[in-house]
């Protein structure tokens, strides 16, 4: 198989895992109390809709395309896209029974601060993010990069505020240190 074949196969596996996670890891009413307000399904439409736009645009802007050769454009997506997978993989195993695709906080909640939430507040996000820029990359131009990154990292960022609303809410003092002394995504940068 190519390179090419390789790194297509793991943006076709890509969403694929993710609807596996979302099968098997939902909350469950009896053990948790949802508070996710619709961002898992303004979420997976923004996702859809982005990657869906930038795919089908890939082509159509030729002055837009990166300067790189195709081999290096496709290991650089292929690189991001690993690290990113590894990232989220690594912080949902991480965080355990705790970890649902819908906003919820279980009963015996607590604040997780081992592997990657020692530096991050949501790692497994920061992951999905770097996968996501690896398919932007994997699309060949500048306009289908933003067109993947942009309303993907703001649909994150409102998910974001409702989930930190819901720990602040239900685990209160415990959540508002943790938060006071990590960032949201990225180490000491945001």
Known sequence: MSLRGVVTAVVILFPISEGVVALLRRAKSSVARHADEGSLTILWLTIAISV?????????????????????????????????????????????????????????????????????RHPSYTGILIAFLGVGVYCGNWVSLLIVIVPITLAFLRRIKTEELALLRDLGSEYARYRSRTARLIPGVY
């Open 52 to 120: 869906g736009i930038a795919m089908f645009s890939a082509g159509l802007f030729p002055g837009a395309a990166f300067p790189a050769s195709p081999i290096v454009r496709d290991i650089l997506a292929l690189l991001l896209l690993g690290l990113g997978l590894s990232l989220r993989w690594v912080s949902i195993v991480v965080l355990g029974r705790f970890f649902t695709v819908d906003v919820a906080i279980h009963q015996g909640h607590t604040v997780v601060e081992r592997g990657p939430y020692r530096y991050v």
